[in-house]
């Protein structure tokens, strides 16, 4: 099992819609999670971290099932601008004698808004 | 701009050359991290320093990598004797010892 596994899209959705992201993770003990937002041929830019009571930023909600090693990513009212791959990511916990921040990104899944 | 830069932003080189790649950090940030990225897939973790210290390396990073931060500032990555598999894009990130990672722009790398 892949350590972090993302819906392989691509979703193209009309403006205006609303679309989910899914996104599980094989470790249990993973500490903290996120989900960024990488535009064609640009850097990954953190969107939104994800907290296990579920958070909100304008449009965007994102949850976090600990139990079911589940996290989502819902996109309301969906803006052209939104168009990007979108990347749930992972950072699991220390190795011994190591970091506690190493990332570890799923694929990705392509959203294209469309007009 | 007080972001992360990185240099070159593209690199060809031909197969057994040498080649090296500059990141400067977001200037209060202590933590520095190289990833690479290869087509249709996510990043995947390199190396890590805390200041100066190499505290972590994947077991991606072969013996023809090398990545050095020798004052806790900006740091370098070097491959030696590249590959056709070596391309791929170059990403470094710096965080604050809790705070989240920010990427630079990344050197995309490609071996003829």
């Known amino acids: 099992r892949k350590e972090v596994e993302q819906d392989p899209g691509p979703f193209n959705v009309p403006e205006g819609a609303t679309v989910a992201f899914n996104c599980t993770y094989s470790n249990s003990a993973s500490q903290s999670f996120f989900w960024y937002r990488q535009d064609c041929r640009k850097e990954p830019k953190l969107l939104m971290s994800?907290?296990?009571s579920g958070n909100e930023d304008g449009r965007f909600t994102a949850q976090l099932n600990r139990a079911s090693q589940y996290i989502s990513l819902l996109i309301r009212d969906s803006k052209l601008s939104d168009s990007a791959t979108y990347l749930c990511v992972v950072n699991p916990p220390p190795n011994s004698g190591g970091s506690n921040y190493k990332l570890t990104f799923g694929k990705g899944t392509l959203l294209t808004v469309n007009p | 701009d007080t972001g992360v830069s990185q240099n070159p932003r593209h690199k060809i080189t031909k197969r057994g050359q040498n080649v090296t790649f500059r990141c400067d950090p977001i200037s209060e940030h202590n933590r520095l991290y190289w990833y690479r990225q290869t087509l249709g897939q996510g990043p995947e973790f390199l190396t890590y320093f805390q200041n100066e210290a190499q505290l972590e390396k994947s077991r991606l990073l072969s013996d023809r990598f090398s990545a050095e931060r020798p004052k806790g500032s900006f740091s370098t990555l070097e491959i030696q004797r590249t590959e056709q598999g070596d391309s791929a894009m170059y990403l470094c990130?710096?965080?604050?010892?809790?705070?989240?990672?920010?990427f630079g722009p990344g050197t995309r790398l490609t071996v003829l």
């Open positions: 994800v907290y296990s």
């Open positions: 990130a710096s965080s604050s010892r809790k705070g989240s990672q920010y």
